[in-house]
C-alpha cells in the first residue's frame, strides 16, 4: 500500500474495479438436451442401429403347432471414437503475488485469489469450448476435430439436412405458423413413431426475420405465450429462467427463442433462418455427451466428471492450476432437425 499512499495520499483505499467478461453464453448446454455420459477411457465404441424397422405379428392358426411367427433380427454396427481433449495450466509466479498484493497483503490470501481466478478461467473457457462443440453437433450436424482419431464426424454421413421450403413469416392472409406445424409433422416421420414418442417438446432457434415473424405476425400473436403466463408449459418456464438473457416465448406449445445475438447459432442457421429441434427424453439416447478422464497427470483428473481440475506445485511450491476437458458430443437424430427460413 505504500506506493498507493506515495502518489494519492494516506487515505487512498483499493476498491474492486468494475471489470465484465464478453463471455459466450452457454444457452445449449443450459437447455440440457445432451445426456452426459461418464467413461473411464477416452476412447469408445458406439453402436448404431443399420435397420430399423416395426415388426407386426401376423395372425396364426391356434392349432396347428408349425404355424409360428418370428421376430427378425435387428443389425447394428460398431465403431470406436476418441474424444476431443482441451488442456489449460496457469502457474501462480511471484508477479501475480505482487498484484494481488494491492488488495490482499496477506501471502497466503493473494496466493488462493490468484488461484481461485484462474480455475475460474479454465471453467469458462472449457465450458466455452464444450459450448461450441454442442452448438455444431446439435445445429452444425457435425463435430469437428484435429486430434481426434476420426478426424471430423458427420452425423449426416454424407447426406443432405432436412430442409422445408421458405416461409412468409409477414404473410396476414395465410398463417405461417401452420408452415411450422408441418415442419413438425416432417419432423415426426423423421424420427419415427417409435422415437415420436419420446419427444417431449419443440425448440424453435429462430434469427431475424424468422424470430420477428414468430413474435409479432398478428396471425400468430394471439397465440404467442410468456413464462409468467398460467398457460406455459414447465418445460418453456424452465427453459426461460436458466437462458434469462433470450427472448423467449411459446406458441402452440413449441418454445421458440429468438438467437438473432447468437453469432454461433446464426452461422447454422442463417441470419433469417430457423431450426425446429425435438427434445427428447434422455432414455432415448439422441443426444449424448459423452466425458472421459484426464490424461496428464499419472494419477489425477479420474472423476467422472466432465471438467477435471486439479493443482500441482513446482520444485519452489508455487501452485499450478491444471484443468483438463476430454469430451465428445453425438447427435444420433441429424434427419430430424428440421431447417428452414423466412421467405
Known amino acids: 500500500m505504500n506506493d498507493l499512499s506515495t502518489y494519492f495520499g494516506v487515505n487512498t483505499a483499493v476498491v474492486t474495479p468494475f471489470a465484465y467478461e464478453n463471455a459466450l453464453n452457454t444457452l445449449i448446454t443450459n437447455l440440457d438436451l445432451f445426456d452426459v455420459q461418464y467413461h473411464t477411457e477416452n476412447s469408445i465404441l458406439l453402436t448404431d442401429l443399420i435397420d430399423q424397422f416395426v415388426q407386426v405379428a401376423g395372425e396364426t392358426s391356434p392349432y396347428a403347432q408349425s404355424d409360428w411367427n418370428a421376430s427378425k433380427r435387428q443389425e447394428w454396427s460398431n465403431k470406436l471414437f476418441q474424444m476431443k481433449h482441451v488442456g489449460s495450466i496457469n502457474a501462480v509466479t511471484s508477479r501475480d503475488l505482487e498484484q494481488y498484493s494491492r488488495q490482499y497483503p496477506n501471502r497466503s490470501d ?5 488461484v481461485n481466478d484462474f480455475s475460474e478461467a479454465h471453467y469458462r473457457s472449457h465450458a466455452n469450448r464444450v459450448e461450441v462443440d454442442l452448438i455444431t453437433a446439435l ?8 486430434y481426434a482419431g476420426q478426424g471430423d464426424l458427420d452425423f449426416l454421413d454424407g447426406q443432405a439436412k432436412t430442409t422445408v421450403p421458405a416461409i412468409d413469416f409477414a ?10 406445424r408441418k415442419a413438425v409433422r416432417l419432423q415426426s416421420e423423421k424420427l419415427g413413431s417409435g422415437l415420436a414418442a419420446k419427444r417431449t417438446g419443440v425448440i424453435i432457434f429462430a434469427a431475424g426475420t424468422a424470430a420477428d415473424g414468430l413474435s409479432s405476425n398478428p396471425l400468430i400473436s394471439d397465440m404467442v405465450k410468456y413464462a409468467g403466463d398460467a398457460s ?5 418456464t424452465r427453459m426461460v429462467d436458466s437462458n434469462p438473457a433470450y427472448d423467449s416465448f411459446q406458441i402452440g406449445g413449441i418454445t421458440v427463442i429468438d438467437v438473432s445475438m447468437f453469432p454461433e447459432i446464426v452461422a447454422h442457421i442463417g441470419e433469417n433462418g430457423f431450426a425446429i429441434v425435438p427434445v427428447m427424453d434422455k432414455a432415448a439416447q439422441c443426444y449424448q455427451l459423452h466425458s472421459g478422464v ?5 494419477e489425477l483428473g479420474q472423476d467422472a466428471v466432465l471438467h477435471h481440475q486439479y493443482l500441482i506445485k513446482d520444485e519452489f511450491q508455487f501452485p499450478s492450476v491444471v484443468t483438463e476437458t476430454s469430451y465428445l458430443p453425438v447427435n444420433n437424430i441429424p434427419q430430424a432437425i428440421i431447417f428452414g427460413s423466412a421467405a
Open 171 to 180: 404473410s396476414t392472409t395465410v398463417n405461417p405458423f401452420l408452415a411450422i
Open 294 to 298: 484426464g490424461v496428464r497427470h499419472a
Open 110 to 114: 493473494a496466493m488462493l485469489v490468484a
Open 139 to 146: 445445429l452444425g450436424l457435425k463435430v469437428e476435430s484435429e
Open 232 to 236: 406455459a408449459t414447465a418445460l418453456f
